[in-house]
């Protein structure tokens, strides 16, 4: 009996695990046998000999890709540009949130909303178009503003220093939408009576705002602000790739991980090297995602991950 | 379920009301303005007769208004065509195939009398912990699995996705098991409940996450900039992604969709027309999709 325990549950569940099986492949094929190519890390990759025939090197990529200096300079773009999104992103998404949530005219509160979700919809290569046309030196937008008021032009894709203050801005615009109607979302749930309460008591409509609407709102901030800090090290490679493309120029200011790590594999088609680069963001991430998610527990342990 | 995002506030009365109604509709409107005005001005460059962009540069209203780029693009349509057959069929294959994956594997871990289901959720979710990054992955599809240049690989990597399958689970979650047992007891399957129960009451679930995948293939470009090198599999977005970057080879997709072979070009305008065409269907349907969006993330804000 206890041993056709398992067989009998087999047949049992037989259904059901055929309804898993396509996932469970899928996660097999693309997720799980990769993961055992982290092994490309180690190694001196030839083409005959694929992942698993091709000879050890032992730490030589990882050498390489530390004393090349980049390593450096990729992870601290990638921590610094996520930390400043994680602010940015989220104070404009709580603030547009409030606002959304105190103005009185629900047709204008559609209409904002409809316009601030518009970004979210459109993929980043064409965020990268209309990144051209405002910034590209000859006919972008932002110098025919600027020689209109007589001022000079400013060559926006040949200088780096301008790159982080306009990542900042790109990602907040593209996000904003989303995050609000998130936070939004979490203001609505609020109960009602501790407004009405506090109306009672004469509060005024800012500092209902300060003390019960933001109180209220710390758990959805702390939790989803623990969740981006386990992704500081991914960074979004979509957008910083259409933005900057392989102007490289603009590296020393932009070059997150995973730019870095694309061009490794296709410009440079440094296999060993990139998959050491891989292989250390991915140890990376997982650090700090079972850092955050330990965080999470502590604050609310039914919001963590896991 | 159902989002009603409606302020629960009174009407204005005393002046900090007032006050923070003026604050709110300025600040708003602002990022609204600036959320919208980069559409306008695509929009409007694409309209701009292509002389009056080189000699002043891009305008929010043409100062010339012409045409021209979009007579071409559809004069010598060819190339822009395959480009949206490519993306409208990756994405009505992938949409239902991935809606259809993912509501099933849903339902097996929403099943409370599944004794795997935690070991099967773990199984999926670590995936979302750790990853190969992304050299093996991309030796996998191309050595291993031999996918480059095909539209499978397009469709594919974007088709299951663990957050979907988490907040379709929790969706389902919320049907009463009562449904599941008696449907059993009358002698149903389990995927014949799934099929015939579950999924009916899952309409709003699977609409949102339906719309989630399908933008998430009308928008993508990533794969094809991976595994794409033949022209006619090229997806819309990583065409528009080509074109901009090279006019040469705008020129080239002209000759070879029919147009003569010393055109003159209207560059920078018809980058602009590009991106219009290649926007156009999502913003026509946006109004409509974008109510599902909203429960989609109100959704997943609540239950994580």
């Known amino acids: ?306 | 379920m159902s989002a009603q995002l409606t302020s629960k506030v009174a009407k204005p009365e005393g002046s900090d009301k007032r006050l923070l109604q003026i604050i709110g509709y300025l600040f708003l409107a602002l990022i609204s303005l600036f959320c919208l005005v980069p559409f306008i001005l695509v929009l409007s460059s694409s309209l701009t007769e292509e002389s009056s962009i080189i000699e002043q540069g891009y305008q929010l209203i043409p100062a010339v208004f012409s045409l021209e780029a979009y007579k071409l693009l559809f004069e010598f349509p060819g190339q822009l065509l395959k480009a949206y057959a490519v993306t409208i069929s990756v994405t009505a294959v992938g949409t239902f195939v991935g809606l259809l994956l993912t509501s099933m594997t849903a339902y097996a871990l929403a099943r409370r009398d599944f004794k795997w289901r935690n070991k099967f959720s773990f199984f999926f979710f670590f995936t979302t912990l750790f990853s190969g990054g992304l050299v093996p992955w991309y030796l996998m599809v191309v050595n291993y699995l031999h996918l480059k240049d095909t539209l499978l690989i397009l469709v594919l990597p974007l088709l299951m996705n663990v957050f979907y399958i988490i907040v379709m689970k929790s969706f389902m979650a919320g049907i009463p098991d009562a449904i599941t047992e008696s449907a059993k007891i009358d002698g149903a399957g389990d995927f014949r409940i799934y099929l015939r129960l579950i999924l009916p009451l899952c309409k709003p679930a699977l609409a949102t996450i339906g719309l989630f995948i399908a933008l998430g293939y009308w928008n993508d470009w990533y794969n094809a900039m991976l595994f794409i090198t033949k022209q006619d599999l090229m997806p819309l977005q990583y065409y528009l992604y080509k074109m901009l970057g090279n006019m040469d080879g705008m020129r080239k997709a002209m000759i070879s969709s029919g147009a003569v072979v010393d055109l003159q070009i209207p560059t920078e305008s018809l980058k602009m027309a590009m991106t219009v065409v290649a926007i156009g269907p999502i913003l026509l349907v946006y109004p409509f999709i974008q109510r599902f969006f909203v429960q989609g993330l109100t959704v997943g804000a609540v239950k994580g």
């Open chain 1, 1 to 306: 009996m206890k041993r056709s325990g398992f067989w009998s549950d087999l047949v049992k569940y037989r259904t059901l695990l055929l309804m898993l099986l396509p996932a469970v492949l899928f996660f097999i094929v693309f997720a799980y046998i990769p993961m055992t190519g982290v092994v490309l890390a180690f190694k001196q990759y030839t083409y005959d000999g694929g992942i698993f025939g091709s000879p050890w090197n032992g730490l030589d990529n990882f050498r390489f890709f530390f004393e090349s200096g980049q390593a450096w300079q990729v992870t601290r773009n990638t921590a610094l540009y996520n930390i400043a999104f994680i602010i940015v992103n989220n104070v404009l998404q709580i603030a547009v949130a409030i606002l959304l949530f105190e103005v009185a005219n629900k047709w204008f509160r559609k209409i904002f909303q409809t316009m601030l979700f518009l970004p979210y919809f459109i993929s980043w290569v064409v965020v990268g178009a209309i990144a051209y046309n405002l910034f590209s030196y000859d006919f972008g937008m932002i110098n025919v503003v600027l020689t209109t008021f007589g001022m000079d032009k400013i060559d926006i894709y040949n200088t780096a220093e301008y790159w982080p203050v306009l990542l900042v801005i790109v990602s907040a615009w593209k996000a904003v939408g989303y995050g609000s109607i998130m936070y939004l979302a979490a203001i609505t749930g609020i109960d009602t009576e501790m407004y009405e309460a506090a109306e009672i008591d004469g509060a005024n409509v800012f500092q209902r705002i300060f003390k019960i609407t933001l109180p209220n709102l710390y758990p959805t901030i702390i939790i989803l602000v623990l969740l981006a800090i386990g992704n500081i090290f991914r960074g979004d490679f979509g957008m910083f790739y259409n933005m900057v493309g392989n102007n490289g120029l603009l590296f020393a200011n932009t070059d997150v991980i995973d730019t870095f790590v694309f061009r490794a594999l296709t410009s440079s088609n440094d296999i060993g090297m990139s998959s050491a680069a891989g292989f250390y963001q991915s140890v990376l991430g997982f650090v700090t995602i079972l850092f955050a998610n330990y965080a999470v527990r502590k604050y609310d342990k039914d919001r963590a991950l896991f």
